[in-house]
């Protein structure tokens, strides 16, 4: 397994439409991508503003596999506006 965590800070007045775009981002990555095994979205009402993503893949490619499919391409240029951080590791 490959594990991805991604630490987001969006801007403020943006949370709300930026969860929609997470939501469907994590549902096909799920459904469209056979070696995403786990694509969790988590937020802390004691932290407004910040998002959490936990993801697992069958290997590293399969995360590239990911980073090239169209609808990541799509979900990242539409919230590339409402966020002040991302901060990857694997």
Do not use: I
Request: glycine share 2%; charged share 25%.
């Amino acid at each position: 397994m490959f594990a991805v965590t991604v630490r987001m800070r969006v801007e403020p007045g943006k949370f709300d439409a930026f969860m929609a775009r997470m939501a469907e981002n994590a549902a096909a990555s799920l459904k469209l991508e056979a070696e995403c095994t786990r694509f969790d979205v988590w937020t802390d009402p004691n932290r407004p503003g910040e998002v959490f993503l936990y993801e697992l893949y069958a290997s590293p490619e399969a995360f590239d596999l990911h980073l090239a499919s169209d609808h990541f391409k799509t979900f990242d240029a539409d919230v590339a506006d409402m966020l002040l951080v991302k901060t990857v590791a694997t």
